[in-house]
């Protein structure tokens, strides 16, 4: 079990617990680089955080090409842990249900909807579920007979997508918060 030493305990709730805590994160958000989008800078950090609860959020972000929506998640991502991460350009529709590692209280971040359209049934599930399975057949080595074997892959996670999509996936925009960015 991780035990987290006593003072790096102290200084993290005393972050926690600190009234500028909203401030905080913005200001970190402007170290890092992004500029000008403060209240959809601050959703998806919570959306990313939530990644620890039963329940996490997920969130779309939607623009036209080039407006920042690339740039937005980016610096969400950036403020998260490296190890609870997994982000992708693109996903098959059977790639979630064999993915070879936990996404329990992850972030699963990708770039554009086009890019896991047909993993968006997977998606959607794993954010209203908290967990996804597949029943395949596969061959017994040993007897040659064909058996039944379930692939499960646990969450919860928050997911963060982007999207220069106009009309959004009905069942998708249910689930999501939809961020939009501001394109002046």
Same mark, same amino acid.
């Given at each position: 079990e991780f035990v987290i030493p006593e003072g790096e305990k102290a200084e993290a709730i005393a972050l926690l617990e600190d009234p500028r805590l909203v401030e905080r994160i913005a200001e970190d958000f402007e170290r890092i680089g992004l500029v000008g989008e403060p209240t959809n800078a601050l959703v998806g950090y919570? @959306? @990313?955080? $939530?990644?620890?609860?039963?329940?996490? !959020? +997920? *969130? !779309? *972000?939607? $623009?036209? $090409? +080039? @407006?920042?929506? $690339? +740039?937005?998640m980016d610096a969400i991502l950036e403020l998260m842990p490296e190890e609870d991460v997994e982000r992708y350009t693109a996903m098959t529709g059977q790639s979630l249900y064999y993915i070879d590692m936990s996404l329990k209280h992850r972030v699963l971040a990708i770039a554009e909807v086009a890019g896991a359209e047909r993993a968006g049934y997977a998606i959607k599930m794993l954010q209203s579920e908290g967990r996804i399975s597949i029943a395949t057949t596969v061959k017994d080595p040993d007897s040659g007979e064909m058996k039944t074997k379930k692939h499960e892959v646990e969450g919860p996670v928050a997911i963060l997508l982007t999207t220069t999509e106009a009309d959004i996936d009905e069942e998708l925009q249910n689930r999501a918060v939809v961020l939009t960015v501001n394109e002046d």
């Amino acid at each position: 079990e991780f035990v987290i030493p006593e003072g790096e305990k102290a200084e993290a709730i005393a972050l926690l617990e600190d009234p500028r805590l909203v401030e905080r994160i913005a200001e970190d958000f402007e170290r890092i680089g992004l500029v000008g989008e403060p209240t959809n800078a601050l959703v998806g950090y919570l @959306a @990313a955080v $939530s990644r620890k609860m039963d329940e996490p !959020l +997920a *969130i !779309l *972000i939607q $623009s036209n $090409s +080039a @407006a920042g929506k $690339s +740039a937005l998640m980016d610096a969400i991502l950036e403020l998260m842990p490296e190890e609870d991460v997994e982000r992708y350009t693109a996903m098959t529709g059977q790639s979630l249900y064999y993915i070879d590692m936990s996404l329990k209280h992850r972030v699963l971040a990708i770039a554009e909807v086009a890019g896991a359209e047909r993993a968006g049934y997977a998606i959607k599930m794993l954010q209203s579920e908290g967990r996804i399975s597949i029943a395949t057949t596969v061959k017994d080595p040993d007897s040659g007979e064909m058996k039944t074997k379930k692939h499960e892959v646990e969450g919860p996670v928050a997911i963060l997508l982007t999207t220069t999509e106009a009309d959004i996936d009905e069942e998708l925009q249910n689930r999501a918060v939809v961020l939009t960015v501001n394109e002046d």
